[in-house]
């Protein structure tokens, strides 16, 4: 069985480079807003897997057991553990405590991805040894399937090179077989303050304004983005503007 890992920061912690323009009260809510919207996403899949949500806050691990997920309660350390090894926890909890044969990592900022990416995706991870799904800004990974589950390690923490660009090195060094699923919706996450506003479009333009994501930014920004030159769709800028009272 294919098992989805799935991964969250302690609520005191979590979207630290958004603290700028939101309170750490709505940090916590901006989250639990995502993985709300990840959670249900999960659910209309209606595919026979296990999904773990691996988190120290106990507010994200009941929220997952309401949506009939297994929470598991991250151990925290001191010094505190890199990502790859706090991946590598619960690789194994999954493998060692679930009979895990392949898993997915995915994160709640997500925001796009849908029901049918993460269907395509687990369905190519019962064909393929890895499955990677490129973030659409960085060279990063927005979803990582393995089959088997520790076939290779993860490399977000990698000091020098992109987490993307390193994992494909080492996978094609193996000779692994390795499908690349290029999707926008899939690979658009959440960093800083330009992808939080571009979200908020991108989320009007795909009709997604229902969702608890986008419920949370409605209420809760009052910026804009703009681009600085008509000439260049790169350079872009945020501002802040003056919402109308209702």
């Known amino acids: 069985m294919t098992t989805l890992l799935i ?45 773990l949500v691996y988190c120290n806050s106990s507010e994200i691990l009941d929220l997952a057991e309401e949506y009939g997920f297994i929470p598991i309660k991250e151990k925290i350390s001191t010094p505190q553990k890199c990502f790859d090894d706090i991946l590598q926890d619960i690789n194994n909890i999954a493998i060692q405590e679930y009979n895990a044969k392949r898993t997915v990592i995915t994160f709640s900022d997500l925001v796009l991805i849908t029901p049918d990416n993460l269907r395509d995706i687990l369905n190519l991870i019962e064909k393929n040894q890895i499955v990677v799904c490129p973030a659409v800004v960085s060279a990063g990974i927005s979803v990582l399937g393995r089959n088997p589950a520790g076939i290779i390690p993860t490399y977000f923490s990698h000091p020098t090179i992109p987490s993307l660009v390193a994992l494909l090195n080492e996978a094609n060094s193996r000779g692994l077989k390795t499908a690349v699923y290029d999707s926008f919706r899939a690979g658009f996450d959440i960093d800083i303050k330009h992808d939080v506003m571009l979200a908020y479009e991108y989320m009007k333009v795909f009709n997604l304004v229902k969702s608890e994501t986008f419920r949370f930014l409605e209420q ?19 501002k802040r503007v003056q919402k109308p009272n209702c």
């Not at 969250?8 to 709505?26: M, P």
């Not at 008509?230 to 945020?238: G, H, P, T, V, Y």
């Open 7 to 51: 991964p969250v920061a302690s609520l005191s912690k979590t979207k630290s480079r958004l603290k700028d323009i939101f309170s750490r009260e709505q940090l916590k809510n901006f989250t639990i807003a995502m993985l709300k919207d990840l959670f249900s996403k999960i659910s209309q899949t209606k595919l026979q897997i296990n999904s």
């Open 220 to 238: 809760n920004i009052n910026l804009a983005i703009t681009k600085k030159s008509s000439r260049d769709n790169r350079m872009l800028e945020i």
